[in-house]
């Protein structure tokens, strides 16, 4: 497959012209075939094993695998579909259309309706087309939003008394927004990049708190979180959107205030959900940089938690195929995943062994029955958490 | 025992009479003719059953006047039990057990006609069996004139259900025996539909092996007791020479070291008493004998089979192994499996292959679960020779997978012999048999694949290539010219890669062409 023969690859970089990029690569592939030449194209690897863990950097970043595919008879119809999607978007960016994975799948089946000609590449459901547009990104080492391809918004409802947002519209436009001003409604950023300046109403936030759970960020606010606490309150509503990133990164960058996360002590918690907002995930390799807030500290669950409050906890049933499946990513992860294995976050990683070794499991929401005549119990907790400095 | 049911009692009518005529066909040395007629005659005597006629007539030797009676009329008249031979009857109550049943029934003995070389004419009549007494009645008893110089006519009238297709249908009766009978010419006609005719196919002679006494190993305790009981005079040691196989002098010595009393070896047989034969009986169990001997064993040979295969339908390819007698359990086996595929439901991938089954040479039709032989199937990886195959399950796809097991000494599961039973040492020979059968198997199979690989890759080339060049074209809004050029270059690309392809497939072609033409000369040299 590979050879030594220079591979079409593009780089990341600042104000990268999709559209202009795209051509090259067309072309270059038109040129190869012209000289009956394979046309090959590289992409960086998007995996576990080629994730590299830097303390100072503080998310995974790619290391040096490349995933390289190749024009033959096996992959003539893979390629082919890849350009014909590639014509579409280049379209969209034209013309300033956007659409999420859905739409694309439609709007290919239409042109293949329409134009004898495609037939052949009609898709049979939204999984073939969703890979296109994955194999497409990797190719042109993008974003998918850099091609107008947005996701649903999830996640990152966001509150607080003391935070004015101003976000810079393309058309040089500013939106401000006092988030003290909204009522009971939050503040949600979107799943496309925006661009933002934060600022604090008067002196300086205190903290944010990212919960896990919407429905118990929720509660927090309407028993009156924000109201008692100089803070930004965040809902995550499980494994945090590319919104929901990119939106912690912003507070982390601009506000320079501490970030705690708050969520169940559990495998899948700390492994997936909590890994990924500080450093990132190995899907995402190459967006890690815009999509991660390293200085993200856990505040709990921990085990020592459980006993200190008395908090109800339950056994991990090793039949129940979620959980047992939770575990045993847990025992890859510390043996293969660079941010476990590296020592400046060994307080995680000793939890996640407590996980492993204890086959229990404690639920956020546990911190409701430390005094249930107390609605105002689990803030105090939490509160009291984050000034005795009992986070990771 | 096999009249449970409706379905049953047709069934084992049918296969009754057939094997009897063949084994009586076999043992004369004659090349079996027989011709059956099956028909639906009206309401049966009994709730939801209807009247079933069964005539099956052969060229056979034909019975001597005063054992027709014996025949047809009594049980364990001709038994077998234990002969030692790969007989298909054993015990000799199969078929007055049909009688029995018609006479219960539909209150018809059965009609017999037969006549043997010896006979100016045929003698006919109808037997009846008087149960109380163990005994037949012969009935209309007269001497006719018959076409045929020796052979014997049953017909049978009784309750029974019709089923044709199907795992107990009559029709998957008669395509399995024709499968395991090469040499057997059939003819069958069933109700209204055309008379079916099966050519012979092989004009090889069956040569029976001679029966072999049972070796020590193979019976339990009772099963020897009884042995002793009826084995008459003589003294012990005569009994465990001539009674038994692989027992000498030389192992009489050995059983004594093993725990045989001293001086019961000359003591009478039917003065022993049966805790000393127990004794002895133990002291066998301690000792290691030699393995049986495999003569004993029939095999219908992969030239036969590859012939009678196509009696089946019409079939694109197939694969038989007969393996080499071995002991399993310490009784001589051979396991024989012939594996096709049907033209006509080609595209029936989803349902499970159709599993044929036979015990020396006799269909097996109920019970398939717990069989020896389902169970072997269900244990080989058919993934691995390119079938379909859920886990733990029959594999799927238009194929039959036809599985003779061969053996003096069958061991079944129950009284109707519809199940063998599933030893480790059997099941595992099964299993090499099936396995040899499966890799001859995906030797056709790889073929199809390559051709198929290569259709696809022609038609990939054809279909996509040109779509490629013209969303590259419209990107990059390049000249027709280049366009072309890029066309030509892509085409010479993919045609390397079918290049690549045809010669994989070539070299397919060329295994199975060779395979085919060493099952010709196989065909051949026993033509």
Not at chain 1, 253 to 265: E, H, M, R, T, V
Request: aromatic share 6%.
């Amino acid at each position: 497959m590979a050879t030594s023969r220079k591979s079409t690859s593009i780089k990341i970089g600042n104000n990268r012209d999709i559209p202009k990029l795209s051509k090259a690569l067309c072309e270059r592939m038109l040129a190869d075939l012209e000289k009956a030449r394979r046309p090959m194209l590289e992409a960086t690897k998007c995996s576990l094993d080629n994730a590299v863990y830097n303390p100072k950097v503080g998310f995974l970043t790619p290391g040096d695998k490349k995933v390289r595919s190749e024009l033959n008879v096996s992959s003539v119809q893979k390629l082919s579909r890849a350009i014909f999607f590639l014509e579409i978007l280049l379209r969209n960016l034209e013309t300033g259309a956007v659409n999420n994975k859905r739409e694309l799948y439609y709007i290919a089946k239409g042109e293949c309706k329409h134009n004898k000609d495609l037939k052949p590449l009609d898709f049979a459901d939204q999984s073939e087309s969703d890979s296109v547009v994955d194999f497409i990104t990797e190719m042109l080492e993008c974003y998918r939003e850099e091609l107008n391809v947005f996701a649903n918004d999830r996640g990152g409802q966001t509150y607080s008394k003391n935070l004015i947002v101003t976000e810079h519209m393309a058309d040089n436009e500013k939106a401000v927004v006092d988030l003290g001003s909204l009522g009971t409604s939050p503040f949600q950023p979107k799943n496309k990049p925006q661009s933002f300046t934060l600022k604090a109403k008067k002196g300086k936030l205190d903290f944010c708190l990212v919960v896990e759970s919407e429905g118990t960020a929720n509660t927090l606010v309407s028993n009156g979180f924000t109201k008692r606490n100089n803070c930004i309150l965040m809902g995550a509503q499980g494994v945090p959107s590319n919104a929901v990133r990119s939106w912690a990164k912003t507070i982390q960058d601009q506000l320079k205030i501490p970030i705690y996360f708050f969520g169940d002590l559990d495998a899948y918690t700390i492994q997936n959900i909590y890994r990924t907002l500080k450093a990132g995930s190995a899907a995402s390799l190459i967006r890690n940089a815009d999509f991660s807030a390293p200085e993200v500290r856990f505040l709990g669950v921990l085990p020592e938690d459980i006993k200190k409050y008395d908090l109800a906890d339950y056994v991990v049933n090793p039949k129940d195929a979620a959980e047992f499946r939770s575990l045993k990513k847990a025992q890859d992860a510390l043996k293969n995943d660079p941010f476990f294995k590296d020592k400046k976050n060994k307080g995680v990683t000793h939890v996640l062994n407590w996980l492993i070794k204890n086959k229990r499991r404690c639920e956020q929401q546990a911190f409701f029955m430390v005094d249930p005549k107390d609605p105002l119990m689990p803030e105090k907790i939490i509160i009291d958490k984050i000034k005795r400095g009992e986070f990771l | 025992m096999g009249f449970s049911s409706g379905t049953k009692a047709v069934l084992t009518t049918l296969k009754e009479a057939v094997d009897n005529s063949l084994d009586a066909c076999e043992d004369a040395g004659i090349l079996p003719n027989i011709s059956i007629e099956i028909n639906k005659i009206g309401p049966g005597t009994m709730k939801n059953m209807d009247t079933i006629q069964v005539k099956v007539i052969d060229n056979g030797p034909g019975i001597a006047p005063d054992d027709i009676i014996r025949v047809y009329g009594e049980y364990l008249a001709s038994s077998k039990f234990g002969r030692g031979r790969c007989s298909r009857g054993q015990q000799g109550i199969g078929i007055s057990a049909a009688t029995t049943w018609g006479q219960l029934t539909s209150a018809k003995g059965v009609n017999v006609i037969s006549k043997t070389l010896k006979m100016k004419k045929a003698i006919s009549g109808t037997i009846e069996v008087d149960i109380k007494k163990n005994q037949g009645n012969f009935k209309n008893k007269e001497t006719i004139q018959w076409d045929r110089p020796h052979g014997t006519s049953v017909e049978f009238f009784f309750d029974g259900r019709l089923q044709l297709q199907g795992e107990g249908g009559v029709l998957t009766y008669l395509k399995g025996t024709s499968l395991v009978n090469p040499h057997l010419e059939l003819k069958y006609k069933i109700n209204e539909d055309e008379e079916v005719f099966f050519e012979r196919l092989s004009t090889e002679k069956i040569k029976i092996p001679e029966a072999v006494p049972p070796h020590p190993h193979t019976l339990k305790l009772g099963e020897f007791l009884a042995h002793a009981h009826l084995f008459g005079q003589s003294t012990v040691a005569t009994f465990l020479k001539r009674g038994f196989s692989r027992i000498s002098d030389n192992t009489i010595k050995l059983l004594e070291k093993s725990g045989m009393p001293k001086g019961i070896a000359n003591r009478s047989l039917p003065k022993t008493s049966d805790s000393d034969l127990k004794k002895v009986y133990s002291a066998i169990q301690k000792t290691e004998l030699l393995a049986p001997n495999t003569r004993s064993v029939l095999s219908i040979g992969e030239a036969a089979l590859a012939k009678s295969i196509e009696r089946l339908g019409e079939i694109d390819f197939f694969s038989v192994v007969s393996r080499k007698p071995r002991i399993c359990d310490a009784k001589p086996v051979v396991v024989e499996v012939a594996i096709a595929r049907f033209v006509s439901n080609k595209g029936d991938n989803d349902d499970p292959v159709t599993v044929l089954r036979f015990a020396n040479r006799v269909p097996l039709q109920f019970d398939k679960a717990s069989c020896a032989i389902a169970k072997a199937i269900e244990s080989v990886n058919w993934k691995a020779y390119g079938l379909q195959q859920p886990k733990r399950s029959l594999p799927l796809g238009p194929y039959i997978i036809a599985v003779s097991v061969v053996s003096p000494f069958i061991k079944f599961k129950n009284a109707s012999k519809e199940t063998i039973d599933s030893s480790d040492e059997l099941v595992e020979e099964l299993r090499l048999t099936l396995m040899q059968a499966g890799q001859r198997l995906s030797r056709y199979i790889k073929k199809e694949q390559r051709a198929a690989d290569l259709e696809r890759k022609l038609q990939h080339i054809e279909q996509f290539g040109p779509i490629l060049i013209q969303c590259l074209g419209r990107i990059t809004s390049a000249p027709k010219a280049r366009l072309e050029k890029a066309n030509i270059g892509l085409t010479k690309l993919l045609g390397r890669d079918t290049d690549a392809a045809e010669s994989k497939l070539q070299d397919a072609v060329d295994k199975h062409q060779k395979l085919q033409e060493r099952i010709k000369i196989r065909r051949g040299a026993k033509d």
